[in-house]
């Protein structure tokens, strides 16, 4: 906000308000006054009130050449990109428009989470731009680049017309069709303070029993014999020296381990009885593990992403991995793979099978 | 194995010969009619393997046959020859060239930038509650830098009576106070939410790190500026840099006088990484909060929102609401040694430590299981035990080789009791990404790895 408006505010809580807190003179000679044009220049910061936000409008069209010209190389041409930050649109709908609460949060199986679906405030869209954008060169953006490129967002994200200006004057009312706007509570132990009259109490109420707590212990989930190496040698991450030394996971732990293996299984439960499927191994001798993972992007999709995209679809699949492309999930091209047509058929099916671990 | 030139030390010994040596089999085969032989087909088969091969280290350390340990036969050039002068290292000393292996790591895959990234702390290879500067984690928003500090400047303006500015001569003639605390990123263990991803107590529990911050409570810089500690009831924190991060906190906490503006860490200045030359120090909430480069205070009477609070740092929940504002880190704790990744050399006894902390307040005890969670020991407490900072823990056990799953399990001064994933789970669901302090299982096998297991 205008130095101006700043003052006038302070000034009326000064006199509503009182002060309750006499200015120290316990420290003289430390700390001077900070200039009305020092404060402009750092006091940067949009409330969700709109405190801060300074005066001035975009188009989305004027949005539109900003966003392609400054941001559409890492968040991609519609914000969607996962190349090298997560996407910013997608994910929200006419309905979460209606009802302020975007409905595919709830959904477990949803894939990834949006700017555009989590955030509940257009300030902290306008001010984090304004603040920290482009990646490259923070604060560059002029006030109404930083409107017309908020304009733009929104309007992909439907929230406003292809025609629409934001400006300072009507982003209240834009805030009153955020689609996760009423996604938001307090209601939990932990802040800091009682400002929000949070909950009173932890939401796990754990117990230190001594004895006999719990049933044999079962495990549950441990890392498969594929991501041994997958943080490098952990021989290398650990001392040369001590009462435990680095596991040496350059070379697959060896098979009297797993003679061992068996003997745990008597007191937990065997991982290895599940049935492995084949694909899981043709993933890591193929390489496919260098760019993608199970559950999360790498350079490429994760595999449950691709499982739930293309469910059943394993000959579509098989041409893609043979024939590589771009274009599907990002620009980043993937090559043409070399593996057998009987590796890729076996991947493919895996993956059109949902991708089971 | 990275081994600078020249390492025949500890148990580090050459494979296969020394291993196959006459002494060597001889203990082997005494240990077989001992009856030790799960732990005997393993050495061997690990000995066969790989020279490299963990197992082949079990022997401990035997008398060679030459009836005597050659580093203690025959003289080293340290004990027969001249060492090197003083300030040397160009004056700043650094770990020995043997520790080399101990660094902060990228975890591979978790980001595509080096810039808005994070390094985890060899928690692994570290030893009472300090963190060493050099290894603290690291966490930022648009890459690092190193500012010069006589150019950085802290204001603070919004609801007081005069904004004010300070240089850092300003900042460091103020009655200054040095505290112990841990700093926890509000996404540490974050991968392990659903299941386990990654191998070792770096990558599980690295975001976290403890030192001894010297600075002058903010609450002495907001008096000098007169600030309406009444109504203004949140500050903003905002740093210097390019993502110049902002953060909202409760001014009730600063009131307490625990909040710092802090330049020392450990005896030096802080270190670029960590937000020379001024950063704030925020004990017992996440690590977002404590703003690198701080540049600027602003006193409001309402939240701010800001980006790492209204689209990060906000923890879902199953109905598909995000908890907002969730700041504590509560209490948690790990085993350190042994977790995940290591190997133990040999049966017999071991001190099993780890790290305990809560954001509520100081730890009151820590109890060890190495059943998987059956049945607990209660540790032992390292002093100093200091309020939102790490507190080391210890127990002996002795290992009979056979599996054992490790947990630790820390309460807090407040009661409150570090929760399973049983417990996390059903109060969160498990996208909620944030704020995972579960009791953390290393599973110990019969040939000595040691895996990073959850239990159910």
């Given at each position: 906000m205008s130095k101006f408006r700043k003052v006038i505010l302070t000034t009326a809580l000064l006199v509503a308000g009182g002060w309750a807190a006499a200015q120290s003179t316990a420290y003289p000679g430390v700390g001077r006054l900070a200039t009305t044009k020092e404060v402009a220049a750092w006091d940067i910061d949009v409330r969700p009130d709109f405190k801060g936000l300074p005066a001035g409008s975009g188009s989305v069209e004027k949005g539109q050449d900003v966003w392609e010209a400054k941001c559409a190389h890492c968040h991609g041409v519609f914000g969607e990109s996962n190349e090298v930050f997560s996407p910013l649109i997608g994910g929200t709908t006419a309905d979460d428009i209606k009802s302020g609460n975007v409905a595919n949060l709830k959904r477990a199986d949803f894939p990834g989470r949006t700017t555009l679906m989590k955030v509940a405030t257009v300030s902290t869209l306008w001010d984090y731009i304004n603040r920290a954008m482009p990646w490259t060169a923070p604060k560059s953006l002029k006030p109404d680049e930083v409107y017309a490129v908020t304009a733009y967002l929104l309007s992909l994200a439907n929230v406003v017309p292809d025609d629409f200006v934001l400006s300072d004057k009507n982003i209240a009312d834009v805030q009153k069709r955020m689609p996760n706007r009423n996604g938001m509570t307090t209601k939990h132990a932990m802040w800091p303070g009682k400002e929000f009259n949070g909950a009173s109490k932890a939401d796990t109420a754990n117990v230190a029993c001594m004895k006999d707590c719990i049933p044999e212990a079962k495990v549950a989930s441990m890392l498969p014999d594929y991501a041994r190496n997958a943080h490098g040698n952990l021989a290398d991450q650990n001392r040369l020296v001590g009462q435990q030394h680095g596991a040496n996971?350059?070379?697959?732990?060896?098979?009297a381990a797993m003679a061992g293996a068996v003997a745990i299984s008597s007191t937990v439960a065997k991982p290895a009885a599940k049935a492995v499927d084949p694909a899981l191994a043709l993933l890591a001798k193929n390489t496919c593990t260098a760019c993608h993972a199970q559950d999360r992007k790498v350079v490429g999709p994760s595999f449950n992403d691709i499982a739930k995209k293309y469910p059943g679809k394993a000959d579509y699949l098989a041409g893609k991995i043979k024939s590589g492309g771009s274009g599907v999930w990002g620009p980043i091209p993937m090559p043409t793979q070399g593996a057998s047509d009987m590796d890729i058929k076996t991947i493919a099916n895996w993956l059109a099978a949902g991708a089971a671990k | 194995m990275t081994t600078p030139d020249g390492i025949q030390s500890g148990r580090i010994q050459k494979a296969p010969e020394n291993f196959l040596d006459r002494d060597g089999i001889r203990t082997v085969l005494t240990e077989s009619k001992a009856g030790r032989r799960s732990f005997i087909r393993s050495a061997f088969a690990a000995a066969a393997a790989s020279a490299a091969a963990p197992m082949a280290l079990a022997q401990g350390n035997p008398v060679p046959s030459e009836g005597g340990d050659p580093n203690i036969l025959n003289l080293p050039e340290h004990a027969t020859g001249l060492g090197q002068g003083v300030a040397s290292n160009g004056g700043y000393g650094v770990p020995s060239k043997f520790e080399s292996n101990v660094q902060r790591r990228q975890s591979p895959g978790l980001t595509q930038t080096t810039q808005a990234s994070v390094s985890f702390a060899p928690l692994q290879s570290l030893f009472g509650i300090v963190t060493p500067s050099g290894l603290h984690f690291e966490r930022h928003h648009q890459g690092w830098w190193d500012i010069d500090p006589s150019k950085h400047r802290f204001m603070i303006n919004g609801m007081v009576k005069t904004p004010k500015v300070f240089t850092m001569d300003e900042i460091m003639r103020l009655p200054s106070v040095s505290r112990f605390h841990f700093i926890e990123c509000g996404a540490n263990t974050a991968v392990e939410w659903g299941n386990v991803a990654v191998p070792t107590v770096q990558y599980t529990h690295g975001m976290i790190s403890c030192s001894e911050f010297t600075g002058v409570p903010l609450i002495t810089l907001l008096e000098i500026a007169g600030a309406d500690l009444k109504n203004g009831k949140f500050i903003l924190a905002e740093g210097g840099d390019g993502s110049s991060m902002t953060r909202t906190i409760p001014m009730s906490l600063i009131t307490s006088g625990e909040v710092l503006v802090a330049y020392g860490q450990n005896g030096e200045m802080l270190r670029p990484e960590n937000g020379y030359p001024l950063r704030l120090v925020v004990p017992g909430v996440q690590g977002v909060s404590w703003v690198k480069y701080l540049r600027r205070i602003e006193v409001g009477d309402m939240p701010y929102a800001a980006k790492d609070e209204a689209v990060h740092y906000m923890d879902l929940m199953p109905d598909g609401q995000h908890r907002q504002y969730t700041n504590i880190q509560e209490c948690k704790s790990v085993v350190t040694t042994p977790s995940g990744g290591q190997v133990l050399l040999d049966k017999g006894f071991y001190n099993i430590t780890g790290l305990a902390w809560s954001g509520r307040g100081k730890i009151q005890k820590v109890d060890v299981s190495v059943d998987g969670g059956r049945n607990w020991r209660q540790a032992r407490l390292e002093t100093p035990?200091?309020?939102k900072a790490l507190t080391r823990f210890n127990i002996d056990w002795v290992w009979d080789g056979k599996p054992a799953i490790i947990q630790s399990r820390a309460t807090d001064e407040t009661g409150f009791v570090q929760p399973t994933y049983k417990h996390l789970r059903a109060a969160r669901g498990t996208r909620s990404i944030y704020h995972n302090n579960a009791i953390q299982s290393w599973l110990v096998q019969e040939n000595g790895e040691v895996k990073n297991v959850q239990v159910s």
């Open positions: 996971t350059a070379t697959p732990e060896n098979k | 035990v200091l309020s």
